[in-house]
């Protein structure tokens, strides 16, 4: 059974950095886009970035020059490095795997993970 499982979150200080890891695991055989969304209390879920199995990225305009994403395709793992972080960065950070296909699946099908809060305050 296919999992993904974040890691990371925590308290910080503004100006801080964090680090997030999200791992996918089961009998996966292959994954397309990997990445990161994330929700603030009483807010709309919104995208934080994702990256191809290729490796190109893409940023939400909020993150631009300070957030930087990357993945393990060997180890299924997408990371988030978050840096001058801000208390509107405030919120639980959600992984997900688009068109992730499970052995003896047949076809792949979207996976998300529980989340991981990140609290920026002083």
């Known amino acids: 059974q296919v999992q993904l499982v974040e890691s990371g979150g925590g308290l910080v200080q503004p100006g801080g950095s964090l680090r997030l890891a999200c791992v996918a695991s089961?009998?996966?055989?292959?994954?397309?886009?990997m990445g990161w969304y994330r929700q603030a209390p009483g807010k709309q879920r919104e995208l934080v970035a994702t990256?191809?199995?290729?490796?190109?990225?893409s940023y939400g305009n909020s993150v631009l020059r300070r957030f930087t994403i990357s993945r393990d395709n060997a180890k299924n793992t997408v990371y988030l490095q978050m840096t001058k972080l801000k208390p509107e960065d405030t919120a639980v950070y959600y992984c997900?795997?688009?068109?992730?296909?499970?052995?003896?699946?047949?076809?792949?099908?979207?996976?998300w993970g529980k989340g991981t809060p990140v609290t920026v305050s002083s």
């Open positions: 089961g009998n996966i055989l292959s994954v397309n886009a």
């Open positions: 990256v191809t199995r290729g490796g190109n990225p």
């Open positions: 997900y795997a688009d068109h992730l296909v499970e052995a003896g699946a047949g076809k792949g099908m979207e996976y």
